[in-house]
C-alpha cells in the first residue's frame, strides 16, 4: 500500500536542530527519522512512498537524489503556509485509491498488518492508530513540608491520543476544504460525526520526537541496540 508521509512542517520546538534541515531530516544515529520510519514500512513490503514537504523541502529532495534503496519515493513541495490538511488536499493526484498516512517526527513498533486487515473489515473511510503518550511526570503526595509518597507515571493514566499510523480511502479529501486547516482539525471531527474513523488501539511502543528531550531519548534508544522500530529480516 502507498505510503504518504506528512514532512512539511517548521519543527518550532525543536528548533535547536531544524534552523537548517526540517524537522523529519534530524539524524537519530545516523540517518534521519523519517529515514527510520520508510525503513519501518517497508519493511512489512510498503516502499512506495509520497512525501508531502514543505519546509526546506530541498533539503529532502538533495537527500534521496542518491539513495541507496529501490523504493519508489516521490517527493511534492507543498509549500509553507499548508496545515496537514492542505497537504493532503495537495497531494490530490499522487493519491491511490487506499493509503497510509502518518508524520514524519514519529515512530512506533504498530502492527502494519493488524491495522490493514481493521481497515479492510470495517469500511472505514479512515483508521487511525490510537496509542498511550510516554509518561512524562511523576506524581507526590504532600502533607505540609512532608513528601509522603512519590510514583513514576503511568502511561495508562494519560488515555488515548492521536499516534498518527492512519489508513485512508481517498474519499478522506472531501472533509478537507481548506489549506490552512488541520487535518486533525474539522476533516477529523467530520469523519467522527458521520461514524467514518475508525480506531487500532496500540498498546505497544511508540514515540514522538516534539521536543529536544524526545530526541534525546530517541537517540538513547537506538545506542542501546535494543530499538522497538527496527525489524530483523
Not at 14 to 39: A, C, Q
Not at 158 to 184: H, R
Request: proline share 5%; glycine share 10%.
Amino acid at each position: 500500500m502507498q505510503v504518504v508521509i506528512l514532512a512539511g512542517g517548521l519543527g518550532t520546538r525543536l528548533s535547536e536542530e531544524t534552523d537548517f534541515i526540517p524537522k523529519p531530516m534530524v539524524k537519530i544515529g545516523p540517518e534521519p527519522i523519517l529515514v527510520h520510519l520508510m525503513r519501518y514500512f517497508a519493511s512489512f513490503g510498503h516502499s512506495k512512498f509520497v512525501i508531502a514537504a514543505g519546509y526546506k523541502h530541498e533539503v529532502i529532495s538533495d537527500y534521496f537524489q542518491d539513495f541507496d534503496e529501490s523504493w519508489d519515493i516521490k517527493i511534492v513541495n507543498t509549500g509553507l503556509g499548508a496545515s496537514t490538511g492542505g497537504r493532503i488536499l495537495l497531494l490530490e493526484e499522487h493519491l491511490e485509491e487506499n493509503f497510509m498516512l502518518t508524520y514524519g517526527d514519529g515512530l512506533g513498533d504498530v502492527d502494519l498488518p493488524k491495522l490493514e486487515a481493521a481497515f479492510n473489515e470495517r469500511k472505514y473511510i479512515a483508521l487511525v492508530t490510537a496509542v498511550r503518550p510516554p509518561a512524562r511526570f511523576g506524581s507526590l503526595r504532600v502533607e505540609a513540608d512532608l513528601v509522603t509518597s512519590f510514583n513514576e507515571k503511568n502511561p495508562q493514566d494519560e488515555g488515548w491520543i492521536n499516534g498518527g499510523f492512519f489508513i485512508c480511502n481517498k474519499s478522506v479529501l472531501k472533509y478537507i476544504t481548506d489549506l490552512e486547516e488541520p487535518f486533525e482539525g474539522k476533516p477529523i471531527s467530520g469523519l467522527v460525526k458521520d461514524r467514518m474513523l475508525g480506531v487500532h488501539q496500540h498498546t505497544g511502543w511508540w514515540h514522538p520526537m516534539d521536543t529536544l528531550r524526545d530526541k534525546r531519548q530517541l537517540e538513547e534508544i537506538w545506542e542501546s541496540g535494543s530499538i522497538p522500530w527496527v525489524r530483523l529480516a
